[in-house]
């Protein structure tokens, strides 16, 4: 994706909502070509439209095609192997929760009645519904499908992300494997337990195939050689842990990935089943790996990093003789699709959604930077320049700070937090892979669990107080901005920043450790991180959380601008957080702003709110940077 040497446009917030946004289907039955969707926004409808392609696998122009052709050319994984049954999925009212349900004479009243803390999850209100699997006869008839979980106040897909991922078929079709986390009520908030559960369509029974696990067990999917296989975390309440690839040979469970020091994010066997390629962090990339499955001969299992370089790989598509077809992005670039040659270990660009665009644009320049924290560790920062750097003028600089708070800082091409934009505005980005980031190993990753206001801080504060001795940032213009564990950091830091930063901006993040813990909808979250409930006074470690770490113990100090953003539909970082800020910042004399978007969750997902979202966020930089 070269730069026209000729240009001189920057990328702007109207520009950045104007790209396709590519995503893979599948490669088709007949394994000539790759069937994708390219969503792009419309300002005008204030949502986003899509349209569907072909293109071979060995490259060459798209053709458009209708979204109903796309399931002809492409295997439907819920039809059953031997093509007589069909899997789909539905909600089902299986609870009383409304006035109405108890009253029916009622049927005006507005009343939710709750007996468990199951009552809302990530941006939406229980209403006694329940995703449920089903199976019905493939396209013989309309009889009604069979409800697998009848009665069960459980979801399967998990809510509130999952999709037909969480189901799938026995290759010898006399069973169904789905996932689910049979608990309810505040045992249900409590907990990270989901298990693959076994359906026998002869028996009609029902046999937990995971129950020795007490975290996720996710992803199933049979080799070709007809193993079961999933992705899993050993520990209750941890959604960040350690995530390992199982399979399941002969009644015996093999993790594949327990001596790598990484986590899994998704995984698709060889053709041939002999090796499950998978993706995971490493070093401030996302990368693709192997690991061999010897079968009875556990000797020689070995994890293999096979691609390499400062782009993102995702979503692993499908293969193509010795290709694997994957989507990619980096820092200047939006998802487009890419054939990876597993001999020659590189990549080659399919799909050029966006390239005319990029042409267009002079893009930022990205550098590694690795700094040294204060206990002694070095740590890698993503440093971000302005298009046509000029090394001998001073730029504004900002602070990123990551939300999770386990999450990757990687390659990543966001249509929100996207450094690519910042960086054409004028803005040099500094942004830390700080603890607490996977890619780094696993004990790095974990250090954040608990100190959320310790060793991190330090984290950050080394990293812009080591850019900052560059002659070309202005020290006297540093800003700090970020969203969810990022707005904290962002709360935190404006009360122990001594003076470093002019400008913040918090989205969506946590203000009040106490209060948070008593909202949010994933108590099993903050339960682990915070090290229990802020009412164990003798619980050392919670009471840390609750008390140094908690930011609203430093708004005395509070003494630079800010700008707070808060969603109305945000139940995991629920809009009493940013109210308790904005109100603290208010009643304290300091500028400061509320962006309240109240049909938006944790995320900005309409267009409309999404640019003015960007343009308040340059807005407010302009007024006080």
């Known amino acids: 994706m070269g730069i026209a040497a000729s240009a001189q446009q920057v990328l702007t917030p109207e520009g950045l909502w104007k790209l396709g946004r590519v995503s893979a289907l599948g490669i088709s039955k007949d394994g000539k070509t790759i069937v994708y969707k390219v969503g792009t926004p419309s300002m005008e409808e204030n949502k986003s439209n899509s349209k569907f392609y072909t293109i071979p696998v060995n490259g060459g122009n798209p053709t458009e095609v209708e979204e109903a052709q796309t399931k002809d050319l492409l295997n439907d994984k819920n039809v059953s192997p031997d093509g007589k049954y069909l899997l789909s999925n539905e909600e089902v009212k299986i609870e009383n ?23 809302r999850h990530w941006d939406t209100w229980n209403n006694g519904t329940h995703n449920h699997v089903l199976y019905g006869i493939n396209k013989l008839n309309k009889a009604r499908p069979i409800d697998i979980m009848k009665g069960e106040p459980y979801d399967s897909p998990q809510k509130p992300f999952g999709g037909d991922e969480d189901y799938i078929w026995s290759p010898d079709s006399k069973s169904i494997i789905y996932v689910c986390k049979k608990k309810s009520g505040t045992a249900y908030a409590m907990s990270t337990n989901t298990d693959l559960y076994e359906y026998n369509l002869e028996t009609k029974t029902t046999k937990n195939l995971t129950e020795n696990n007490l975290g996720y067990d996710t992803n199933p999917i ?28 002969r009644d015996v469970d093999y993790n594949l990935t327990i001596n790598w020091d990484g986590s899994v994010d998704s995984y698709k066997w060889s053709p041939d089943g002999t090796k499950v390629y998978f993706i995971a962090a490493v070093d401030g990339t996302t990368q693709l790996f192997e690991v061999n499955f010897p079968g009875v001969k556990r000797i020689g299992i070995s994890v293999k990093q096979i691609s390499n370089g400062d782009f993102d790989v995702h979503d692993i598509v499908g293969f193509n003789g010795d290709n694997i077809i994957v989507s990619r992005t980096d820092m200047n670039h939006a998802a487009e699709l890419y054939s990876f040659s597993y001999k020659k270990r590189t990549f080659t660009q399919l799909t050029k959604t966006n390239n005319e665009a990029y042409s267009k644009l002079a893009l930022p320049k990205y550098e590694r930077r690795y700094v040294t924290t204060t206990d002694g560790k070095k740590m890698l920062v993503w440093v971000i320049l302005p298009p046509n750097f000029d090394k001998t003028k001073k730029y504004p600089t900002l602070l990123y700070c990551q939300g999770g708070p386990q999450s990757p800082l990687t390659q990543f091409y966001s249509f929100r937090w996207n450094f690519s934009l910042m960086a054409s505005q004028g803005y040099v980005v500094v942004a830390p892979n700080r ?24 984290d950050y504060l080394s990293a812009i107080d080591d850019v900052a001795k560059e002659s070309y940032v202005d020290k006297s213009r540093l800003g700090c901005v970020g969203a969810s564990y990022g707005g904290y950091s962002v709360f935190y830091l404006a009360g122990i920043h001594n003076n470093r930063f002019k400008s913040f901006i918090a989205h969506d993040g946590v203000f009040n450790t106490q209060s948070m813990f008593g909202t949010t909808e994933e108590v099993f979250f903050n339960n682990w991180d915070f090290g229990g409930a802020y009412w164990e006074k003798d619980n050392v470690v919670a009471q840390k959380a609750y008390n140094q770490f908690n930011p609203i113990n430093y708004v005395d100090k509070w003494n630079t601008p800010i700008l707070i953003v808060q969603g109305g539909k945000d139940y995991r970082v629920p809009i009493g957080q940013g109210q308790e800020a904005f109100q603290a910042a208010q009643l304290r004399g300091i500028k400061s702003r509320f962006l309240y978007l109240p049909e938006e969750n944790h995320w900005v997902l309409k267009p409309q709110n999404g640019m003015v979202w960007q343009r308040e966020f340059f807005k407010w930089l302009k007024e006080t940077l």
């Open 97 to 119: 929760v409304l006035g109405k349900d108890f009253y029916p004479e009622l049927d005006k009243s507005e009343a939710q009645i709750y007996d468990g803390l199951d009552y």
């Open 222 to 249: 049979f080799s070709p050689g007809g193993y079961l296989t999933w992705l899993q975390m050993k520990r209750d309440g941890y959604e960040a842990d350690k995530n390992d690839i199982i399979v399941r040979f």
């Open 435 to 458: 603890r607490g980031m996977y890619g780094h190993g696993r004990e790095w990753n974990e250090q954040i669990s608990k100190d959320w206001g310790g060793q991190v801080m330090n």
